[in-house]
């Protein structure tokens, strides 16, 4: 079941934050509050651009107390599939767009007695929400932020100023510093939870770090949400609903699926949920798994597909739908 | 008489080592003596350099695993007279521990079930505590009429050691307390309770 209740909202506010970095402020259109979230939510943006509807998922980066509007950072992105680019140079304040309801899937554990963060560039944005939840809930906290030069760092000054030097610690790339992941690590209290939020390989290398010096996977939490990746055209057959439906090279299978008017279910729209989990009844070619959800002997049983980035090299799929 | 099929029910996944852990911190009770030694057969004796041991006899006085265990070299060994007393040193030393500390407890479910506990109120997931059952399979159960706990019960139904009522022992298990569910059995009609059956020898 997809949990899709929309809110329609305008945008009411565009902030340029840092370089190629917009703050994007979404206010209701009907006036009525947003619900409360919790630190580390996302929603799920869905833009008219031109004939294509395009929905990409975003963390919020507002306080979670903010019942007025919800705010989210966007870095255009050099080979966009075209949300970062509609974002960055179409959207006006004062447009009108559509917005899910917010959905945590990289919430902070309560059980914890601290928390340690460790971001890579535009993965700061959850980790504004968490802090500012953290820091209420009176939670030890520290922020550990890589960025590529000070001026592509959105909100390290802000941060540091809000929170203190001593629990917000820069490291930038261009002056050869990165986060010294294995001494942060060392000598932390029982009971720390380390959260990553970056590109694949810090949060692979961040990950495999913590593990090899003996902490559990349980106190682990990591958090990309991946655009689908293009490949070659295809088709779907649908072994339910007895169809047949094109999907283009820069199209996702759920994308072609709702262009051509089928409701499949979804949450987060980037291989990280588990929620467009379809059943693969046959393929004729090869399944490309391409999420972070499905176990290793799942992708290798030719069973299971993630329909919002997975894809195949072949001729036809058919699913259980 | 048992209710079973409830999916709280611990499973005792097993000792394991973690060879990456910086330090392991071992609670061992009676037989669970055994589980440690079954493990340095399979990984070696050099997690022992880094291991701090604790231990309780339990029923097991006879069998002298206490002098086995002591004998091991292990960084640290400390006995416990009783379970209590071992517990509070555990809380000590997990008050003091650092992540890259794994912790293992073996004994009877009743002891992992509170040493369990003391790990998660210093914020440890149970999930990553390595456990293994070893020993009687005698059961720590809570009355959920008065409360009172009864700790080594092998008959459902049992009484209460507090309240005095029978009770059914349910598979229902809560991890907050470290105990199986107890509950009456002959409310309708008292003094109508099946005879207990020996079912945790």
Known sequence: MTINTEMKVRVAQIAQVADKVKRFRFERADGQPMPVFSGGAHVIVSMRDGKALRRNPYSLMSSPEDTVGYEISVLRVENSRGGSAFLHEKLKEGDELVLSQPVNLFAHDHRAKKHIMMAGGIGITPFIAMMDQMEREGAAFELHYAVRTRTHGAYWKELQQRYGKHRVKIYCDEEKLFIPVADVLANQPLGTHLYVCGPAGMINGVLGKARELGWPKQNLHSEEFLAPPPGKAFQVRLARANRTIDVAPHQSILEALEANGVEAPYLCRGGACGQCETGVVSCDGELEHNDHFLEPDDKASGKKIMICVSRIKGNAVTLDL | ?201
């Open chain 2, 1 to 201: 008489m048992l209710v079973a099929g409830i999916k709280s029910r611990p499973v005792y996944g097993g000792l394991n080592v973690d060879i990456h852990a910086r330090r392991h911190l071992f609670a061992l009770e009676g037989e669970g003596a055994l589980a440690l030694l079954d493990q340095l057969k399979a990984v070696g004796m050099d997690v022992l350099k880094t291991a701090d041991i604790l231990y309780v006899a339990s029923g097991s006085k006879a069998e002298d695993h206490d002098r086995t265990l002591a004998a091991l070299g292990a960084d640290s060994f400390w006995l416990a007279p009783t379970i209590p007393v071992l517990l509070n040193r555990f809380h000590v030393m997990l008050g003091q521990a650092h992540m890259g500390t794994c912790i293992y407890v073996a004994g009877t479910e009743g002891f992992i079930g509170q040493a369990q506990q003391a790990a998660m109120n210093h914020g440890v997931d149970p999930a990553s505590v390595h456990s293994e059952h070893r020993g009687s399979a005698a059961r720590r159960v809570q009355c959920v009429h008065c409360k009172g706990i009864t700790d080594n019960v092998t008959t459902s139904p049992y009484t209460c050691s507090a309240c005095g009522l029978s009770l059914l022992v349910r598979d229902h298990y809560s991890r907050r307390l470290g105990a199986f569910q107890g509950v009456c059995i002959d409310a309708e009609e008292p003094g109508t309770a099946p005879k207990p059956e020996e079912l945790f020898p």
